[in-house]
């Protein structure tokens, strides 16, 4: 376990349809980052939450958002799905300076049918 | 981040050392260098990370030249279960980390 919680595990649902992804980082760290890992692209960063405020931005869709709440854990929302959004997706999280880099959860796989 | 370069895939008799290049020749004085690997479809888990010294953890040695443009991860007796992709990464700390597609390493009994 590494101390970074992601549900749910699995996720199936049809086009059109919104779900949402929840993260609880590891205890004391305040950072939160959401990757996209696609069957023909490798790990794709998303975005970066810092103690509630968004951070960094990357390849992230317009019908994606996330957010990160006063407790510090981060939900991604997916709306208007499409067959190509199937995929894993990581949280990790870490300390803001920090030395070792992140602590990945164990993903969530959505299925868009 | 600077780009870092790795071999696609090299193969790793179990028990023996493995050895895992990486080039990063445009990296910068404050970017670390960090290896993550991943194993089939779980979460990338952190190895090892440095910025000039060699340093060496439980799981694996880092090897960083001088100029600190290459660098080399050294499993020390690999296993079945080290078998993943593994990744080499340049960032400068609390920036994000971005993966390339990293070297699969397979070991073989």
């Known amino acids: 376990d590494s101390g970074v919680t992601q549900t749910p595990k699995h996720l199936i649902t049809a086009t059109g349809q919104r779900v949402t992804l929840r993260c609880s980082p590891r205890?004391?760290?305040?950072?939160v980052y959401w990757y996209q890992q696609s069957l023909d692209q490798g790990l794709q960063f998303l975005i970066q939450?810092?103690?509630?405020?968004?951070?960094a931005k990357g390849n992230i869709l317009e019908r994606f958002s996330a957010q990160q709440f006063p407790d510090l854990h981060s939900e991604l929302n997916l709306s208007s799905l499409e067959l190509g959004d199937s995929a894993l997706y990581f949280c990790?999280?870490?300390?803001?300076?920090?030395?070792?880099?992140?602590?990945f959860g164990s993903g969530t796989r959505l299925t868009v049918v | 981040d600077a780009k870092t370069t790795q071999p696609p895939s090299m193969d790793c008799a179990e028990g023996r050392a493995a050895n895992l290049p990486c080039n990063h020749s445009?990296?910068?004085?404050?970017?670390?260098v960090y290896w993550y690997r991943q194993i089939h479809s779980q979460g990338p888990q952190y190895i090892i990370h440095?910025?000039?010294n060699n340093e060496t953890n439980e799981m694996a040695s880092l090897i960083i030249t001088e100029d600190r443009k290459s660098s080399t991860l050294i499993l020390p007796h690999a296993t079945l279960r080290d078998t993943a992709v593994y990744y080499c990464i340049v960032r400068v700390e609390g920036y994000k980390l971005s993966f390339g597609a990293g070297t699969t390493v397979t070991v073989r009994a």
């Open positions: 445009t990296i910068s004085g404050n970017e670390y």
């Open positions: 939450y810092y103690n509630g405020e968004e951070r």
């Open positions: 205890s004391g760290d305040l950072s």
């Open positions: 440095g910025l000039k």
């Open positions: 990790a999280s870490s300390a803001l300076l920090d030395s070792y880099g992140y602590t």
